[in-house]
């Protein structure tokens, strides 16, 4: 099966060995997903290795139009400078205009650079060079990462890339490059790097962080810049097409630069949002520049607070005695992180019990029946879920459970709202009223699951999910040796008896076609723990596609579930359960036995 022009089996088998020639350590890296793989490190405190710099080339006297071309597109990988060296290619005129800012085309492999066609004679000589190859993906000038479509016949935008050159002092210059940069997988993996981008969910209650990738040797300024541009202008991916939104008006502008005193961003505001902006909008506003911003210093200062004004006239939120100098601490909205303290698990004799710590006394919170193998209890704690020999039974807790319609369900996962979503074969259900006591309600419902790019993705079956705390994103296993990543979209014109919403998946995925995943938890508003076998191996994934980090594991894990700041609980056989507080893999017995232990979601 091909996802947005990623391969799958054999392909995609041979596309890993070929990369991990180039990258020890990488999980997978398909040829249509992310250029950056999943690069694993040891332990919570492990390191990436040090990426290693493009040292770009001045074009040399005599060379002729293709290797100028050749030059330019080595040198033009370099941010150094305002790519200074890439513009030496350039004529003046078109180091003028040539503006590609982030936007990038990236190969797979090659490009190949196409023999020159001459026009002209004397001074009037000209050539143009074409450029070729499989293309990856498309950056945009803001960070959005884009694959092709399965369905696309390949190249770049408008085509593929041509320069055009001419001679300037009897020495060939490129007269018309492409507005975007035109990079190799590999060279693009040493020049960008991901940062979060963070946008509201549909209630406007929780930030979702979005990622983009932008470019290593950005300075501070003009990546700040960047990105407070792409907060006012969502970069149109997998999250921001109706999953997520922005609480910025539209038509809003920026003042001047984004400026970094002592760890202070100041961002000056103006356009539409000057036009009755209320303390809600200026919070969520304050809120989304605050998280996005910290951090971005790259290799310059770390950003550590946000000044906001609103045409000059810096904004202070309430309570704040009139200082518009606002850190992380002080704003009103967060990232959803799923901190639950309690965990739940059922025992031999078919009651639910919870407890605070792996070695706290479990109490009985209801009894619910024997022969469960799964269960999964509401972000609320007012529900429950479970799963016998593949039938569903579900209702609140401390009432007897009710069947529900279908069979072979594999995972279940409440969401925020008190909705059930379970997989069930090839099929993804949603389940509204899911706890109602009658039969008549709670019917599962079918959702669809497309690419970013629209294409229904039909890869099933689907063995394993979890929704986010957020209620936006969910992690889904995928036959089996796929780790997917996506987000809730609402369909507006959905008809009676079809889901509202459907599933988009995102450009970031885990592709491990020697191993079976068997159990997945989110850990944290933006990291999903996998384990799979054999091993068992035991991986924390970042949903961005940033570094991966291996836990070790215990023999003969079947279920793995974590809370924010609380203990990993995994579940052995014979009811046994164990717990690690630090992510190192130092393993505890928890007292007591029980099956299916889990934290709400």
Same mark, same amino acid.
């Given at each position: ?36 793989? +999943? ?146 997988? +590999? ?167 919870? !407890? ?138 959905? !008809? ?5 919403? !459907? ?5 970031? +995925? ?21 384990? !799979? ?65 889990? +934290?709400?979601?």
């Amino acid at each position: 099966m091909v996802r947005g022009g990623r391969l799958r089996g054999a392909a995609a088998v041979a596309f890993v060995v070929a990369l991990l020639a180039l990258l020890a350590g990488c999980i997978s890296e398909p040829s249509g997903g992310p250029v950056i793989s +999943y690069s694993m490190t040891q332990g919570p405190g492990g390191q990436s290795q040090p990426l290693p710099q493009i040292i770009a080339q001045p074009p040399a006297a005599g060379w002729a139009p293709v290797q100028i071309v050749r030059g330019f597109l080595a040198a033009s990988a370099s941010f150094a400078g305002g790519q200074r060296i890439a513009r030496e290619y350039l004529t003046t005129k078109e180091n003028r205009a040539w503006t590609p800012n982030w936007s990038a085309v990236v190969y797979s492999s090659g490009p190949k650079v196409g023999e020159a066609a001459y026009t002209g004679t004397g001074s009037g000589r000209a050539a143009k060079v074409t450029v070729s190859g499989p293309v990856q993906a498309f950056l945009s000038g803001t960070g959005g990462y884009v694959a092709p479509s399965a369905s696309a016949t390949g190249g770049a935008p408008g085509g593929q890339p041509t320069f055009r050159l001419e001679k300037v002092g009897g020495q060939w210059r490129i007269s018309k490059a492409p507005p975007y940069l035109v990079l190799t997988s +590999y060279s693009f993996q040493y020049d960008y790097q991901l940062r979060n981008l963070y946008f509201f969910d549909p209630t406007g209650s929780h930030l979702v962080p979005d990622p983009v990738y932008v470019p290593l040797q950005a300075t501070t300024a003009s990546l700040m810049d960047g990105l407070v541009y792409d907060l006012i202008h969502p970069p149109g991916d997998w999250l921001s097409r109706g999953a997520t939104s922005t609480s910025f008006p539209g038509k809003t502008t920026t003042i001047g630069d984004v400026t970094l005193t002592g760890g202070t961003a100041a961002v000056n505001l103006g356009g539409a949002i000057a036009k009755g902006a209320n303390d809600k909008l200026m919070q969520q506003v304050s809120a989304q520049l605050l998280y996005t911003l910290i951090g971005s210093g790259g290799s310059g200062p770390a950003v550590q607070s946000v000044q906001l004004s609103v045409n000059g006239k810096p904004w202070s939120p309430r309570g704040s005695d009139s200082n518009p100098v606002q850190q992380l601490r002080q704003s009103k909205y967060t990232p959803a992180n799923g901190a639950y303290s309690r965990f739940y698990y059922v025992d031999g004799a078919g009651d639910l019990l919870s !407890r605070v710590s792996s070695v706290s006394k479990p109490v009985k919170v209801a009894h619910i029946g024997t022969g469960f193998t799964q269960i999964a209890v509401s972000p609320d704690t007012q529900y429950v879920a479970a799963v016998k020999n593949g039938s569903l039974f579900t209702g609140r807790v401390g009432a007897p459970l009710v069947r529900r319609a279908g069979d072979g369900y594999t995972s279940l996962s409440w969401d925020p709202v008190d909705d059930l979503w379970a997989t069930t074969g090839d099929q993804i259900v949603m389940i509204s009223g899911a706890a109602s006591p009658s039969q008549l309600a709670g019917k599962p419902v079918a959702v669809s699951v497309v690419n970013s790019d629209g294409t229904t993705q039909n890869v099933g079956p689907f063995t394993g999910l979890r929704v986010a705390p957020d209620g936006v994103r969910v992690a889904i296993i995928v036959g089996g040796n796929d780790l997917d990543f996506g987000a809730f979209v609402q369909l507006p014109n959905a !008809r009676p008896g079809q889901a509202a919403v !459907r599933i988009v998946l995102s450009q970031f +995925y885990v592709s491990v076609p020697s191993a079976t995943f068997t159990s997945l938890t989110w850990y944290g508003p933006d990291n999903v723990i996998a384990l !799979r076998d054999p091993g068992p191996e035991l991986t924390e994934y970042p949903v961005n596609g940033g570094s991966s980090t291996s836990i070790p594991a215990q023999p003969h894990m079947s279920s793995i579930t974590a809370s924010l700041g609380n203990p990993l609980i995994a579940s052995l056989p014979r009811g046994a359960m164990v717990a690690d507080t630090s992510l190192s893999g130092s393993w505890t017995p928890v007292q007591g036995t029980g099956i299916s232990a889990v +934290y709400p979601g």
